[in-house]
């Protein structure tokens, strides 16, 4: 079964920036959506198919996704940035939804 | 306003059944393909199962296949799981997620629930 592999964790001071890999096998072959979820909250989409922003999402946030691992960036990050960020895809080979182990972002 | 609202979680025994609502609101439910995506208490997310537009093809995670079943109800713009052969590792949140784009599989989930809980134990 294909399987994506995220650092647990991720420190960065406020006003720098994140950066979160997501790594897999040609994971560039596939498209990549990433989520952030809040304690006690649901997942929210921040960015999809590799670099798009939904509606309502900073221009902070960015994706890339190219050959074994995709990334996502935030830029001058905030407190409120504080979460667990999971990407996701969908592995036809199996035709099974597949999400990373999630990287808990800390802003110090 | 686009909403999903799960429903019928609880406390089940081990090997006990429980079903599962998706209260669907504000777009065209039998348009999209429908999630369930499950995480249990301080872990990651899980995905469970898919179900398309129609109803007509469904797919599960390896965890759960021939234990539960997914379903829905277009007319009611409802979506279910059933869940049976509970065991103390399914215990979790279950969110149902819709897909953001018609008639596809491996697009972004663009809305989800809040989540119910499932507990399984004796």
């Known amino acids: 079964s294909y399987v994506l592999t995220q650092p647990p964790s991720v420190s960065v001071a406020p006003g720098q920036t994140a950066t979160i890999t997501c790594g897999g096998n040609?994971?560039?072959?596939?498209?990549v959506h990433w989520y952030q979820q809040r304690p006690g909250q649901a997942p929210v989409v921040v960015v999809y198919d590799d670099s798009d922003r939904p509606s309502g999402i900073p221009e902070r946030f960015s994706g890339s996704n190219s050959g074994n691992t995709a990334t996502l960036t935030i830029s001058r990050v905030e407190a409120g940035d504080e979460a667990d960020y999971y990407c996701?895809?969908?592995?036809?080979?199996?035709?099974?939804?597949?999400f990373g182990g999630g990287t808990k972002l800390t802003v110090l | 306003e686009v909403q999903l609202l799960e429903s019928g979680g609880g406390l089940v025994q081990p090997g006990g059944s429980l079903r599962l609502f998706c209260a669907a609101s504000?777009?065209?439910?039998?348009?999209?393909?429908m999630n369930w995506v499950r995480q249990a208490p301080g872990k990651g997310l899980e995905w469970v199962s898919v179900i398309i537009g129609s109803g007509g093809t469904t797919h599960y995670a390896d965890s759960v296949k021939g234990r539960f079943t997914i379903s829905r109800d277009n007319s009611k713009n409802t979506l279910y799981l059933q869940m049976n052969s509970l065991r103390v590792e399914d215990t979790a949140v279950y969110y149902c997620?819709?897909?953001?784009?018609?008639?596809?599989?491996?697009?972004?989930?663009?809305?989800w629930g809040q989540g119910t809980m499932v507990t399984v134990s004796s």
């Open positions: 997620a819709k897909i953001s784009a018609i008639g596809s599989y491996y697009h972004a989930f663009d809305i």
């Open positions: 504000g777009f065209t439910f039998s348009n999209y393909a």
């Open positions: 040609n994971i560039g072959s596939k498209s």
């Open positions: 996701q895809v969908w592995d036809s080979s199996s035709d099974h939804v597949v």
